[in-house]
Nanobody
Framework: QVQLVESGGGLVQAGGSLRLSCAAS????????MGWYRQAPGKQRELVAT???????FYADSVKGRFTISRDNAKNTVYLQMNSLKPEDTAVYVC?????????????????WGQGTQVTVSS
């Protein structure tokens, strides 16, 4: 069974930095795009950043120049380096990955989500 497990969230003052990690485990054959989303209280989930299997990246305008997404394919892990954090970055951050895995049903491709990690930025 494939799982995504995030870590690295916490409480930080405005202007500070945090680094999130998301590790995929299970009977994984390959991982396509990986990404980070976030959801603040009372708001819809929004895309933060994505990275393709080849390393191409995309960022939401609100985080460009402050956040950097990267991945370690050998470790099946995606990272989000967050610098110059603002109170409006406060949210639950969730990772996502398109994964091809082996199951008792055979080889399947599915979209997997982590459980989320809380990031709180104080002013």
């Amino acid at each position: 069974q494939v799982q995504l497990v995030e870590s690295g969230g916490g409480l930080v003052q405005a202007g500070g930095s945090l680094r999130l990690s998301c590790a995929a485990s299970g009977s994984i054959l390959s991982i396509n795009a990986m990404g980070w989303y976030r959801q603040a209280p009372g708001k819809q989930r929004e895309l933060v950043a994505t990275i393709s299997s080849g390393g191409s990246t995309f960022y939401a305008d609100s985080v460009k120049g402050r956040f950097t997404i990267s991945r370690d394919n050998a470790k099946n892990t995606v990272y989000l380096q967050m610098n110059s954090l603002k109170p409006e970055d406060t949210a639950v951050y969730v990772c996502n990955a398109g994964i091809i895995a082996t199951t008792f049903l055979g080889t399947i491709r599915n979209n997997y989500w982590g459980q989320g990690t809380q990031v709180t930025v104080s002013s």
